[in-house]
């Protein structure tokens, strides 16, 4: 009994002394555990820093960019408001009609389907100067419509002052900006519209999307599509706020995404 108490003796004193080793090596590796903590909030501090300085100086190119090439600005015409009009010409009128005249006003039929618009058309969003053009509501069937005129009606050439010519070329700057936004915000985009040349594997040029040879119906609202898909992604990348965004509406989108107010643009 004594012997095997002697043993017992030996091994526990063998486990002490193993465990002081394994408390060491605890103690070390705690030790350096604390040092990479130290040192990985230093890193994200850093990191955080430069994801600041680089935020302000893509908002910096932003709103360079957005002034002095692709300037936007609201752009209002001035027309009466039917109901208004309607009422002066009959006293008789009851304030039901007139507010229903008021509310068939903000009613658009776009693309098969009602759409309640405020503006109607009465407010445009100019890009680049102000005789480049797009309706607020996002209404562009003036292309299209005077591409199929145009293809059926042999007359004299007015395509000079023609509006269908401003929405595509107002369209074709916007997509230019949008392409230019997405390398400045490094963000990838899901829909691909052309704003240069390419070169297709026929050895033709394709030209711009918008402000190359004229458009169908199918081909052009797809485009548009395209183009406002590419817009609220932006958006949604750079935490606009929601409540904004209206899907239609192209170049009002733009400018709540390029606005000064917007706090998180260049994140």
């Given amino acids: 009994d004594t012997e095997g108490l002697l043993r017992i003796k030996e091994e526990n004193q063998k486990h002490y002394r193993r465990a002081q080793r394994h408390q060491e090596k605890k103690e070390k590796i705690q030790k350096h555990n604390r040092k990479l903590g130290d040192l990985v909030e230093k890193k994200t501090y850093e990191l955080k820093t430069q994801y600041e300085h680089l935020a302000n100086l893509r908002r910096a190119h932003i709103l360079e960019l957005t002034s002095v090439i692709f300037p936007m600005e609201e752009v209002k015409t001035s027309m009466r408001d039917p109901a208004d009009v309607s009422s002066e010409s009959d006293n008789a009128m009851t304030s039901s009609t007139v507010s229903k005249l008021a509310e068939a006003r903000r009613t658009t039929y776009l693309s098969g389907r009602w759409v309640c618009d405020d503006h109607n058309g009465d407010t445009s969003i100019s890009i680049t100067g102000p005789w480049i053009i797009l309706p607020n509501n996002g209404d562009y069937s003036a292309y299209y419509n005077w591409v199929e005129e145009k293809k059926t009606t042999q007359g004299p050439d007015m395509e000079h002052n023609n509006p269908a010519h401003t929405i595509s070329a107002?369209?074709?700057?916007?997509?230019?900006?949008?392409?230019?936004?997405?390398?400045?915000?490094?963000?990838?985009?899901?829909?691909?519209?052309?704003?240069?040349?390419?070169?297709?594997?026929?050895?033709?040029?394709r030209p711009y999307e918008f402000c190359g040879e004229n458009l169908s119906r199918h081909r052009f609202t797809r485009a548009v599509k395209k183009l406002n898909a590419n817009i609220l992604h932006l958006c949604f990348s750079q935490h606009v706020n929601l409540d904004l965004l209206h899907p239609l509406h192209t170049l009002r989108n733009l400018m709540y995404l390029v606005s000064p107010d917007t706090e998180n643009l260049g994140r």
């Fill in 170 to 205: 107002a369209l074709c700057y916007a997509t230019q900006l949008v392409n230019t936004l997405s390398l400045i915000l490094d963000v990838n985009l899901p829909k691909k519209l052309c704003n240069r040349q390419v070169k297709t594997q026929q050895g033709n040029h």
